[in-house]
């Protein structure tokens, strides 16, 4: 910084100068340093805009990176709300699958059962049926024997 430069610049002349024995003070040339103030007068305007436009920048850099940073909090919530609502319906549709394939077993059980019940019953006619047929057989062959 240029200013800088020229306040160093008076501190040695102030360092260089002659000094006053037992005053404490100091012999300096008066043009010299009213020439360096006024070098400082022209560039302080100068470099304090810039510090303003610095100081701005770094505001809006900082606004944009917490506005940044708040819109990846944002969207990490949502993610996870998201992934809480899949994890919840997967777990929902395992549980229906579950009960679906239990009620298909169940209903398959019944099936089988009932058609055994169902054989059973027409194999218990047919039976039936068969033991009148023998029945009836053995008292037409007894007639039979009989007419000899």
Known sequence: MEVMDLLDEIEDILDESSSI??????????????????????????EIKQAEWIKEERQKILAEAQNE?????????????EMVEEDEITKKAQERAEEIINKAKSNAKEIRIGAREYADELLKNVQEQ???????????????????
Do not use: M, Q, S
């Not at 940073?69 to 996870?80: G, P, S, Y």
């Not at 068969?130 to 000899?148: F, H, Q, S, Y």
């Open 130 to 148: 068969l033991k009148t047929l023998i029945d009836t057989l053995d008292k037409n062959r007894e007639e039979l024997k009989g007419l000899k």
């Open 21 to 46: 024995p037992f005053a404490g003070k100091v012999l300096l040339d008066k043009e010299e340093l009213l020439e360096i103030i006024k070098e400082i007068r022209i560039k302080l305007p100068d």
């Open 69 to 81: 940073a708040d819109t990846i909090i944002n969207e990490a919530k949502l993610h996870i709300e």
